[in-house]
């Protein structure tokens, strides 16, 4: 899929966040497209079951469920960019990380090219396709691979884990309003973030404020668990809600 379709990919959801049902000619006036052009994008996020289409209007599904990888890495593109770089920035020299297959964690692994001796473990496809294309020394965690979120999973990920002491893990989330810690859409996630955790002096995760707002089922992570949050600038509600969190960095 081309950047400038999954950006615009993007925008549509983030549009449909905020009107939450549209009628398709205001949407196509609104991204100043024709209707044709949003037809065919609407078609696709249909197959990929994130919205429906009624008469003449749209809006998005409201069941749970992990987004493509080709629509997150669209969406919100500029404050994934800010909270990734300045989250992985914090790495040093030297240091054993993983980066998990969150889209907001993969837009920030240029922030790495200038570290020596790094070994960085990861489950996303792409992610260590990137990580290895800019010579830095890469572990694959493997496990049967998972096509929507182009990532690995299960038993023969959490055994590689298993044996490996990180530094730092950077982890993404899928939304945590109303919760006690943060959360994943998609079960098949759980058990791999927890022996993450289990495996690293530190835990970091990184997260566009929109998470705020967003709700998933399944919680891998206590706030009192996470050492740091790294997300946009917050209003003093937004950092109430993350209360347990030991440190959050605002970018």
């Known amino acids: 899929m081309r950047a400038s379709k999954e950006k615009r990919l993007g925008r549509i959801l983030e549009i449909l966040?905020?009107?939450?049902?549209m009628r398709v000619r205001e949407l196509a006036d609104e991204?100043?497209?024709?209707?044709?052009?949003?037809r065919s994008d609407l078609a696709d996020l249909v197959r990929m079951s994130v919205v429906e289409r009624g008469h003449g209007y749209v809006r998005l599904v409201q069941a749970p469920q992990e987004t493509p990888m080709a629509i997150r890495s669209g969406h919100h593109v500029q404050e994934k960019i800010a909270v990734a770089y300045a989250a992985l920035s914090?790495?040093?020299d030297g240091q054993v990380i993983y980066v998990d297959a969150g889209s907001t964690v993969l837009l920030g692994?240029?922030?790495?090219?200038?570290?020596?001796?790094l070994l960085v473990a990861t489950n996303s496809l792409p992610g260590a396709l990137k990580l290895a294309q800019m010579n830095i020394r890469t572990l694959v965690v493997g496990g049967m691979a998972y096509n929507p979120g182009e990532r690995t999973y299960g038993n023969f990920a959490t055994s590689v884990v298993d044996h490996i002491q990180?530094?730092?893990?950077?982890?993404?989330?899928?939304?945590?309003?109303?919760?006690?810690?943060?959360?994943?859409?998609?079960?098949n996630e759980l058990g791999l973030k927890r022996h993450l955790i289990a495996q690293t002096e530190k835990v970091v995760v990184v997260c566009d404020?929109?998470?705020?707002?967003?709700?998933?089922?399944?919680?891998?992570?206590t706030f009192a668990e996470a050492d740091?949050?790294?997300?946009?600038?917050?209003?003093?509600?937004e950092r109430n809600e993350v209360d347990g969190v030991r440190e959050i960095l605002e970018v």
């Open 17 to 21: 966040e905020r009107e939450e049902k």
């Open 31 to 38: 991204l100043e497209i024709t209707p044709e052009t949003l």
């Open 90 to 92: 914090t790495v040093k």
């Open 109 to 117: 692994l240029q922030a790495l090219a200038r570290r020596r001796d």
């Open 166 to 187: 990180f530094d730092v893990v950077f982890l993404g989330t899928d939304g945590f309003q109303d919760a006690r810690g943060f959360t994943t859409v998609h079960d």
């Open 209 to 221: 404020r929109s998470k705020f707002h967003d709700k998933a089922p399944f919680m891998f992570c």
């Open 228 to 237: 740091l949050l790294v997300t946009n600038r917050l209003t003093e509600q």
